[in-house]
């Protein structure tokens, strides 16, 4: 048995809300970032605001959601967050988001690692079926990342976005519990 | 490869040969409950604590409380009425463990008119459909008393197996009793439901 929650680069952490609320704040003024994590219009926020709706999110002590915060492994910064929802348990379905907030860690494998190590934990522990997730079109880097973890393409919502002054697709990607059994034997 | 049914066709789960699941009002399921209480040798059968009275008013804030306030994905409840009268005879609750697909049951048929004549029987059944057709569940798991041989009995009927025995761990009338723990998996049932041998 390993340790599920340690990867190569990262670690997953308890969700601090006073910690977290203040990392969040700062990410928060990256429209780039903040652009690829949501779809609606990107606002700005207090820390006070943020650390309520953070406080409120884990007042749900249920099976239906496990949210962490993820940490480098070399000197345990807090670069993101990353979060699996159960949509259906006779499914056994979750949802996954994934957001590095720290742009310093972008495109180096930091999401790839927190990826990974949430579909170990999605499928050993929680015993899921598939986990599920959605990504805008225009964040190549963001699926490039999502195949590497073991995602397929399952399909897309075309011209459902609209950002910039012109339109652009949402896409579907899914792994099935046999597919990621197959990958990690 | 999981078993498959090698027939199925979409049934009404909650309706069976003899009984249906229904959702009662509160307020009624609670006057059933606090009359069946009365009769103690059902509370003997169905539970292991002291015997107690309590009003119907405690009843049906216990229910509001379990049943009432939201869903909850681990925890259904039923009530069971006689098919042919619509008599509310009883109750049936499910227990899912979510993580591990692992159904834990309860029931209690609390009109003595209604026992013996396979209506527990068949609300077992419609459990058990409706555990693996609708909730996933991997297997199904009870408990019963040594000096429930009816229960056993109707567990057996409807594919339940002993698994095992807490020897001695209740006293009744003077007496130390066994628990009795039984249970079904998934491909058993579909076995039963495609009629092959055991």
Same mark, same amino acid.
Not at chain 1, 33 to 57: C, N, T, V, W, Y
Not at chain 1, 76 to 96: C, M, N, Q, T, Y
Not at chain 2, 155 to 177: S, V
């Given at each position: 048995?390993?340790?599920? &929650?340690?990867?190569?680069?990262?670690?997953?952490?308890?969700?601090?809300?006073?910690?977290?609320?203040?990392?969040?704040?700062?990410?928060?003024?990256?429209?780039?970032?903040?652009? &690829?994590?949501?779809?609606?219009? !990107?606002?700005?926020?207090?820390?006070?605001?943020?650390?309520?709706?953070?406080?409120?999110?884990?007042?749900?002590?249920?099976?239906?959601? =496990?949210?962490?915060? !993820?940490?480098?492994?070399?000197?345990?910064?807090?670069?993101?967050? !990353?979060?699996?929802?159960?949509?259906?348990?006779?499914?056994?379905?979750?949802?996954?988001?994934?957001? !590095?907030?720290?742009?310093?860690?972008?495109?180096?494998?930091?999401?790839?690692?927190?990826?990974?190590?949430?579909?170990?934990?999605?499928?050993?522990?929680?015993?899921?079926?598939?986990?599920?997730?959605?990504?805008?079109?225009?964040?190549?880097?963001?699926?490039?990342?999502?195949?590497?973890?073991?995602?397929? =393409?399952?399909?897309?919502?075309?011209?459902?976005?609209?950002?910039?002054?012109?339109?652009?697709?949402? &896409?579907?990607?899914?792994?099935?519990?046999?597919?990621?059994?197959?990958?990690?034997? | @490869?999981?078993?498959?049914?090698?027939?199925?066709?979409?049934?009404?789960?909650? #309706?069976?040969?003899?009984?249906?699941?229904?959702?009662?009002?509160?307020?009624?399921?609670? #006057?059933?409950?606090?009359?069946?209480?009365? +009769? /103690?040798?059902?509370?003997?059968?169905?539970?292991?604590?002291?015997?107690?009275?309590?009003?119907?008013?405690?009843?049906? %804030?216990?229910?509001?409380?379990?049943?009432? +306030?939201?869903?909850?994905?681990?925890?259904?409840?039923?009530?069971?009425?006689?098919? %042919?009268?619509?008599?509310?005879?009883?109750?049936?609750?499910?227990?899912?463990?979510?993580?591990?697909?692992?159904?834990?049951?309860?029931?209690?048929?609390?009109?003595?008119?209604?026992?013996?004549?396979?209506?527990? /029987?068949?609300? @077992?059944?419609?459990?058990?459909?409706?555990?693996?057709?609708?909730?996933?569940?991997?297997?199904?798991?009870?408990?019963?008393?040594?000096?429930?041989?009816?229960?056993?009995?109707?567990?057996?009927?409807?594919?339940?197996?002993?698994?095992?025995? /807490?020897?001695? +761990?209740? @006293?009744? %009338?003077?007496?130390? /009793? +066994?628990?009795?723990? @039984?249970?079904?998996? #998934? %491909?058993?049932?579909?076995?039963?439901?495609?009629?092959?041998? #055991?």
């Amino acid at each position: 048995m390993n340790d599920v &929650l340690s990867g190569a680069l990262v670690r997953l952490s308890a969700v601090d809300p006073d910690e977290f609320s203040k990392a969040f704040t700062g990410w928060r003024r990256d429209s780039e970032f903040m652009r &690829l994590m949501d779809a609606g219009p !990107i606002r700005l926020g207090s820390q006070k605001d943020s650390q309520k709706s953070i406080e409120k999110e884990l007042e749900d002590e249920d099976l239906n959601q =496990h949210w962490f915060t !993820i940490r480098t492994l070399a000197d345990d910064k807090l670069l993101g967050e !990353i979060g699996l929802f159960v949509v259906s348990w006779p499914g056994r379905d979750a949802f996954v988001g994934l957001g !590095i907030g720290d742009r310093d860690f972008w495109g180096r494998g930091y999401g790839t690692d927190a990826m990974k190590l949430i579909l170990r934990y999605g499928f050993m522990e929680v015993n899921l079926s598939r986990v599920t997730l959605t990504v805008f079109e225009y964040n190549p880097r963001a699926i490039r990342s999502y195949e590497k973890s073991g995602f397929s =393409h399952e399909g897309r919502l075309r011209r459902y976005l609209n950002k910039d002054g012109r339109r652009w697709d949402l &896409l579907f990607m899914g792994i099935l519990r046999d597919e990621w059994l197959e990958q990690n034997r | @490869m999981q078993a498959r049914l090698l027939e199925y066709e979409m049934k009404d789960l909650f #309706r069976g040969e003899l009984v249906r699941f229904t959702a009662e009002e509160p307020e009624f399921r609670a #006057r059933q409950e606090a009359r069946w209480a009365r +009769d /103690t040798e059902f509370h003997r059968l169905a539970d292991s604590d002291p015997a107690q009275l309590y009003s119907d008013k405690k009843i049906k %804030e216990w229910i509001e409380k379990n049943f009432e +306030d939201g869903f909850k994905p681990g925890r259904y409840s039923f009530s069971i009425r006689a098919l %042919e009268d619509d008599k509310l005879i009883g109750f049936l609750g499910l227990w899912l463990n979510l993580i591990h697909s692992e159904v834990w049951v309860g029931i209690g048929i609390g009109e003595r008119d209604y026992w013996g004549k396979g209506y527990g /029987t068949d609300a @077992m059944k419609l459990c058990l459909r409706y555990s693996f057709m609708d909730l996933g569940a991997q297997r199904v798991s009870l408990g019963v008393h040594a000096y429930n041989p009816r229960a056993f009995r109707a567990y057996e009927k409807a594919g339940f197996r002993l698994e095992g025995r /807490t020897r001695q +761990d209740i @006293m009744r %009338e003077g007496k130390r /009793t +066994d628990s009795l723990w @039984m249970g079904i998996l #998934r %491909e058993e049932w579909i076995q039963m439901q495609n009629g092959e041998q #055991r």
